[in-house]
């Protein structure tokens, strides 16, 4: 090969060697592990307050525990009472049936205001079934008294000096409750802003939910088992009433908690998916 073209060939590259501009550095991903800690606690607080509105402080949810507990029993021994006395025995009062009257009582222990009325279909229909089983006539009057019976039995057992000071305090916690629910949304909608200003939602949203459902895991589960103390000193009806419905709403936040994890965690991993693909 003579002189002449290698020296030509050498000089064709220069150009292209000359033209090839240098490589922009790569973008690394920036971690942004405080904003996963706020958005934990975020989640956290959000899952407390709504935790705590959908059960203690739902009437229907807290009748529902209430109808099961010694309280609830009270109520449905006397009306069972009741109706043996008029000859129709067999308990056919159940806590299902007592569950709406015990509702109505739990609303205004709340300061809610009744605007429904109480369905008493069931509470007739348990009253005329069993009266035929036992061979008595269920006559419109023997329902209508019972029915009035137990409003007056939920009236008596939510109008006691105890109930009636737990109520307050009750109110108050209601009150804050609210009050932490909706701060915990505004700050929410602020974070989420500030999270795609930066570019960074998925990767704070999967560390934020794992790591805020196991606080809240954490902090239900010291919760369940201080409650007793944390009660204020009252009767023992009231602090059993209250102890068993507060372990089972804390009970259904601990649930929401670890569905949080998992959730999390998935979000991680589809997040980590993702890195890697794009």
């Known amino acids: 090969m003579s002189e002449n073209s290698r020296m030509a060939r050498y ?3 220069e150009p292209e060697n000359s033209q090839q501009q240098p490589q922009e550095p790569q973008q690394t991903y920036q971690r942004r592990p405080a904003l996963a800690r706020w958005v934990a606690i975020l989640v956290m607080l959000f899952t407390l307050s709504i935790g705590l509105k959908v059960t203690v402080f739902n009437a229907n949810y807290t009748a529902g525990v209430v109808s099961r507990s010694t309280v609830g029993q009270k109520v449905i021994n006397q009306l069972n009472n009741e109706l043996e006395g008029l000859g129709v025995s067999g308990s056919p009062v159940t806590s299902g049936i ?7 009582g739990i609303s205004q222990l709340y300061g809610e205001t009744a605007t429904t009325t109480i369905d008493n279909s069931e509470l007739t229909t348990a009253i005329s079934t069993q009266a035929q089983t036992m061979g008595v006539t269920a006559t419109a009057g023997m329902t209508t008294a019972l029915v009035k019976e137990a409003k007056k039995v939920v009236k008596a057992a939510f109008s006691t000096t105890a109930m009636t000071q737990a109520s307050l305090k009750i109110q108050k916690a209601r009150t804050l409750d609210f009050w932490l ?19 960074h939602v998925m990767a704070s949203l999967g560390p934020g939910l794992a790591l805020g459902g196991l606080l809240t895991g954490i902090l239900g589960d010291v919760g369940y088992y201080l409650l007793p103390s944390l009660i204020p000193t009252s009767t023992a009806t ?5 102890t068993t419905v507060g372990r089972s709403g804390i009970g259904v936040i601990i649930f929401a908690g670890v569905a949080e994890i998992v959730l999390g965690l998935l979000v991680m991993l589809g997040h980590r998916t993702f890195r890697k693909d794009s």
């Open 98 to 104: 007592v569950q709406p009257y015990l509702a109505q």
């Open 238 to 242: 009231v602090t059993s009433m209250i």
């Open 11 to 13: 000089h064709s590259d």
């Open 181 to 199: 629910m909706i701060a915990t949304v505004l700050l929410a909608i602020v974070t989420v802003m500030y999270a795609f200003s930066v570019h």
